[in-house]
Nanobody, 127 residues
Framework: QVQLVESGGGLVQAGGSLRLSCAAS????????MGWFRQAPGKEREFVAA?????????NYADSAKGRFTIARDNAKNTLYLQMNSLKPEDTAAYYC???????????????????WGQGTQVTVSS
């Protein structure tokens, strides 16, 4: 059974940093695109960042994340990371890890491309 388990969320002041982790089990995703999405209360789930398969592939960021967030993967640990710096109150949301079931070098940004989802970890940024 495939599982994605996020951790690392919490409460942080504006300008602070957090590192989210997503530990995958049940299969490896080294050749698959993986990504981070977030959902704030009353809003649609939105793309944050993605990374392609195979040795980091390419990366893709939402405009809101560019220059502040960094996505990375450790294939040996089957783990995905999201380093978030210069956090803003508008970054407050539940953050979800996602993985594609098919091999892909492309860091896709669409929700429909992902087949596996974690349960989410809450990030709250206070002003």
């Amino acid at each position: 059974q495939v599982q994605l388990v996020e951790s690392g969320g919490g409460l942080v002041q504006a300008g602070g940093s957090l590192r989210l982790s997503c530990a995958a089990s049940g299969r490896t995703f080294r050749s698959n695109a993986m990504g981070w999405f977030r959902q704030a209360p009353g809003k649609e789930r939105e793309f944050v960042a993605a990374i392609g398969g195979r040795f980091g592939g390419g990366t893709n960021y939402a405009d809101s994340a560019k220059g502040r967030f960094t996505i990375a993967r450790d294939n040996a640990k089957n783990t995905l990371y999201l380093q978030m710096n210069s956090l803003k109150p508008e970054d407050t949301a539940a953050y979800y890890c996602a993985a594609s079931s098919s091999y892909s070098y492309t860091p896709v940004s669409t929700r429909q491309a992902y087949d596996y989802w974690g349960q989410g970890t809450q990030v709250t940024v206070s002003s």
